[in-house]
T-cell receptor, first 116, second 111 residues
Framework: DARVTQTPRHKVTEMGQEVTMRCQPILGHNTVFWYRQTMMQGLELLAY????????DSGMPKDRFSAEMPDATLATLKIQPSEPRDSAVYFCASGLVQGVSTDTQYFGPGTRLTVL | QKEVEQNSGPLSVPEGAIASLNCTYS??????FFWYRQYSGKSPELIMS????GDKEDGRFTAQLNKASQYVSLLIRDSQPSDSATYLCAFRTHGYQKVTFGTGTKLQVIP
């Protein structure tokens, strides 16, 4: 049963600390998305990659956030330095683009981040 | 104006009734529309996608799209307590990967 995995599932850290979240997309998928979900803003797209290349990171605060795909099996989202307003659930999703776009995004279980 | 508007609810319906969830969007060039279901503490999962005006049925679920009115809805027939969740409306512009989500409507099905 193929699924997206994310680590860690929960992270509590203090303001100013670096946070790294990891995602393993479904094997064979060529598109990876990073989302942030809060009660107030809902689900927001932070960045997405196709074939490991970043296509859009306009939703990401660039001064503190960075996203990378070192290889096809790993995507990372890093926050440095973290702030209390970064507290949210961060989801990774993957999909297979055949042609122009993919309809189905498969979401991982999320990383619940709390910044004190 | 938000790109996607949904009533946050909660929408309460009795078991066996029809639940009607509504969504409006502002981007006139949007071409693909989706409904995701998210159980509390879980991740979103796609339940319906619709691309052309009219109705699309899948089991107890029917998605309805009216591009002229920029309106998409989801009907759940014979609602079950297991349908209790937050339903997220989303859209995508053709040729782009970015999917824009609404904040969701919480549905409660009362036994």
């Amino acid at each position: 049963d193929a699924r997206v995995t994310q680590t860690p599932r929960h992270k509590v850290t203090e303001m100013g600390q670096e946070v790294t979240m990891r995602c393993q997309p479904i094997l064979g998928h060529n598109t990876v998305f990073w989302y942030r979900q809060t009660m107030m803003q809902g689900l927001e797209l932070l960045a997405y990659f196709r074939n490991r290349a970043p296509l859009d990171d306009s939703g990401m605060p660039k001064d503190r956030f960075s996203a990378e795909m070192p290889d096809a099996t790993l995507a990372t989202l890093k926050i440095q330095p973290s702030e209390p307003r970064d507290s949210a659930v961060y989801f990774c999703a993957s999909g297979l683009v055949q042609g122009v776009s993919t309809d189905t995004q498969y979401f991982g279980p999320g990383t619940r981040l709390t910044v004190l | 104006q938000k790109e996607v508007e949904q009533n946050s609810g909660p929408l309460s319906v009795p078991e066996g009734a029809i639940a009607s969830l509504n969504c409006t969007y502002s981007d006139r060039v949007s071409q693909s529309f989706f409904w995701y279901r998210q159980y509390s503490g879980k991740s979103p999962e796609l339940i319906m996608s619709i691309y052309s005006n009219g109705d699309k049925e899948d089991g107890r679920f029917t998605a309805q799209l009216n591009k002229a009115s920029q309106y998409v809805s989801l009907l759940i027939r014979d609602s079950q307590p297991s349908d209790s969740a937050t339903y997220l409306c989303a859209f995508r512009t053709h040729g782009y990967q970015k999917v824009t989500f609404g904040t969701g409507t919480k549905l409660q099905v009362i036994p």
